[in-house]
């Protein structure tokens, strides 16, 4: 039987408001636990359940590692003091990269920078006066903001021939004035899983954009971290009720044996 019309508005904004406030106390529950990491990955969210992963993760696939620099890892970073090194992103990261390089439909793999020293970006005053507060207090050489801007060790390990390497230009996002959106068309990528720092931030931002331009991302939720350790169960919660399917490095190791 068809409701009217303002009965179905009644009806449908009573199952919003069910959702949020489930969805609110189960942020506060996570955030108030201070768990973070593989720990705070949440189960798949009962619409990602319905997917076949292990196919999805068969479609030409682009990686991306989003914001891995020596500025969150190295003794000296300007954010080495949110203590990313000991945190468990790298050797996650690691096992990502190591599994895709082995699976011949990873098609594409992207390094993107995030610097935080920005006085020669583009900017409104929005930017002008968030950038700057970033560095206040910094005393920073070209020699080591350049250094701070680097991929960390471990990951430049990793690099080969043919991938793309750049820095994120937007507040949050790849997509948006570098060669990415080029990059994904020409090798007519499909799906998209992305590691990095910050999670809240730019991994959000970039699996938002995945979306809204038409790609499936998935997030690696070990493998990646917000500024604070109790603010990632609340962010990977988010991300996985509306924007993208957040599993464990091992989770994708065994989707891609799958399909081997």
Known sequence: MNLPLANRREALTGAVAITATSLLAANKAAAASGTGGIDAIPPLAAHWAELDLAEILSRPTAYMSVSQNKSLYDPGGAQASEGHRERGSLPATV???????????????????????????????????QYASWVKGLNFTPDMKKQDNELVGELRALVRPGDNEFNELALQTAFAGTQLPLELARKRIQTIVLTGIHLDWCIEGNARAARDAGYLPIVIGDACACQKVEQEAAAMQRINNFFAPVISADRFVELLSKRA
């Open 95 to 129: 096992k990502v990269v190591t599994a895709a390089r082995k699976a011949a439909n990873f098609k594409s793999f992207n390094w993107i920078g995030y610097e935080v020293f920005r006085e020669n970006y583009p900017q409104s005053d929005f930017d002008r006066v």
